[in-house]
């Protein structure tokens, strides 16, 4: 069995500190599958979360009730998640979910015919910079081409020390697959103030980008470095994307169709993974056309990981 490991001391001041009895170096790598040359450690980063999914850890996580917009065919329910074999999987399947409150989203939702599968980690475990890693799975192409599954950072919320404090301020940081692109995968940055609404952030640019990895239904380990001036997206160890905060600044001119300069997120922020399945509107576009899909289907991950940039602590 694997060895599932929490190395948490003090983070954030909104980050729970996490701790168990056992205590292991970021080299006692017991079990963990990656890829050739792995190195498991990084300069400059400390290894403070090594989840193996041995278990459903609720100090660490929490499922989601929600539902992607409008643009998801399926409501997240606590019975689309499960850990089994040392993985966590997320599923979509065939079944009615009745009209409902949604604490995510808080607001009453409409009937689904489908259940999807999200987990989060819980409300008082975010973090802020860093590396975070997922080594992950999406399903199988032949019986699956129409879907989202994810890693990715969240937050929606206020931020005291923003110029404008009053907004909320939509910061998130996307590993996505999708299953009409089953040899790529697409690196996102969206930022938008006071929307719900994924159009209205484009004023903030459109930095999203379909990178050509190869299969993304075998197990690749997919990575994002989160530094307060750049943004790095690595697979299996290889760089594919870097965004720095020159990239974003319009300085000396936004890039279409952006209208002002996007930050680097900066708050600390939840992490987040889910799988679901688009609407017929939007599955051409994003997702996939779902003619192949057989349900139910699901993406696994295997483990996750965060480190902590040193150069900058999470602060109890």
């Given at each position: 069995?694997?060895?599932y ?12 500190s ?24 990084y ?7 090594d ?14 009730d929600g539902?992607?917009g ?14 089994e ?51 992950m799975k ?27 404090p ?8 996307d ?33 999203e ?15 994002v470095?989160?530094?307060p ?5 690595y697979v ?15 300085d000396?001119e ?7 300069p ?33 349900y ?17 602590p999470?602060?109890?």
């Open positions: 069995m694997k060895q490991v929490v190395i948490l001391g003090l983070v954030s001041a909104t980050l729970v996490c701790q168990t009895n056992q205590t292991h170096t970021i080299n006692e790598k017991s079990g963990l599958q990656a890829y050739a040359g792995y190195p498991g450690a300069e400059g980063f400390t290894l403070k979360v989840e193996r999914f041995d278990a459903f850890d609720q100090s660490l996580w929490r499922t989601g539902a992607v409008g643009e998801s065919m399926c409501r997240f329910q606590p019975s689309g998640v499960k850990v074999n040392g993985n966590l999987i997320l599923e979509v399947r065939k079944e009615d979910v009745p009209p409902g409150w949604s604490n995510d989203h808080e607001q009453q939702k409409g009937p689904y015919d489908y259940v999807c599968g999200e987990v989060r980690t819980i409300d008082n475990v975010q973090f802020r910079y860093g590396r975070i890693e997922a080594r999406a399903p199988n192409r032949e019986t699956a081409s129409g879907y989202i599954s994810s890693l990715f950072t969240y937050r929606f919320d206020t931020d005291p020390m923003s110029e404008t009053e907004s909320k301020e939509w910061e998130e940081i590993v996505e697959l999708e299953g009409g692109r089953p040899d790529k995968f697409q690196a996102n940055l969206i930022y938008g103030k006071d929307t719900w609404e994924w159009w209205r952030t484009r004023q903030y640019g459109a930095w980008d379909k990178i050509e990895v190869g299969p993304v239904d075998q197990w690749r380990v997919f990575a470095e989160w530094m001036d750049a943004l790095r997206w299996d160890g290889e760089l594919v994307k870097t965004l720095t905060s020159e990239d974003l600044d319009c000396p936004c890039v279409d169709p952006q209208e002002f996007t930050p680097i997120p900066n708050n600390p922020t939840a992490v987040m993974m889910n799988f679901w399945i688009p609407v017929d509107d939007v599955q051409d576009h994003f997702g996939g056309n779902k003619k192949r899909n057989q139910p289907m699901a993406t696994e991950y295997d483990w996750f990981r965060y480190y902590e940039l040193e150069s900058h999470n602060k109890g």
